[in-house]
Nanobody, 117 residues
Framework: QVQLVESGGGLVQPGGSLRLSCVASGSIFSVNVMGWYRQAPGKQRELVATKSSRGTINVKDSVKGRFTISRDNAKNTVYLEMNSLKPEDTAVYYC???????????WGQGTQVTVSS
């Protein structure tokens, strides 16, 4: 089992910035993918950005150039730096951990990001 604890959400004005963090603990297999998904009210959960333990990055087109994903493998932590935030970025952001050995997904509890003036 893997436990994920997220932090860093909140309310920010359009054009502002936030940084999300997610720490994984438990049975961490070295080959994995960590990342962020989001779900806005009435919409399906969607991928925002992921980064594998080997460095492969996948980023949603609409956030490219504004959001940056990074990770510290030694600390089992993934970060999402969000700049130039827009109202359409408002959503609950979920941390995800994909175990490459078990082919299993784990989710954090979610953190609210609200972009509003």
């Amino acid at each position: 089992q893997v436990q994920l604890v997220e932090s860093g959400g909140g309310l920010v004005q359009p054009g502002g910035s936030l940084r999300l963090s997610c720490v994984a603990s438990g049975s961490i297999f070295s080959v994995n993918v960590m990342g962020w998904y989001r779900q806005a009210p009435g919409k399906q959960r969607e991928l925002v950005a992921t980064k594998s333990s080997r460095g492969t990055i996948n980023v949603k087109d609409s956030v490219k150039g504004r959001f940056t994903i990074s990770r510290d493998n030694a600390k089992n932590t993934v970060y999402l730096e969000m700049n130039s935030l827009k109202p359409e970025d408002t959503a609950v952001y979920y941390c995800n951990f994909f175990d490459g050995r078990l082919q299993a997904n784990y989710w954090g509890q979610g953190t609210q990001v609200t972009v509003s003036s």
